[in-house]
């Protein structure tokens, strides 16, 4: 998730809350490649009923890929940059 999907990533969440997680209480996972703002990270905790983690990946490491896949058929385009 990045900060500028705020809205997207509450609505996102609200919607794992009412099927299953309201239950359960399961942890989520954000990773950006920028640090989270406090205003993101208020609002999104405060719709999910279990803990929030957010953590930072390095933009370079969003584009790694395993030895496995075939470039070919999976360009590099999709990559942040």
């Not at 942890?27 to 009923?49: C, G, H, I, W």
């Not at 929030?52 to 969003?62: E, T």
Request: proline share 9%.
């Amino acid at each position: 998730a990045r900060n500028s999907d705020l809205d997207s990533t509450m609505r996102s969440v609200r919607e794992v809350e009412d099927r299953f997680n309201t239950r359960h209480h399961y942890p989520y996972t954000l990773l950006n490649d920028e640090p989270f703002m406090d205003q993101f990270k208020r609002r999104v905790s405060a719709v999910a009923s279990g803990p929030v983690a957010y953590g930072l990946v390095p933009r370079g490491h969003w584009c790694v890929q395993p030895d496995w896949i075939d470039e070919e058929r999976a360009p590099r385009p999709r990559c942040v940059r």
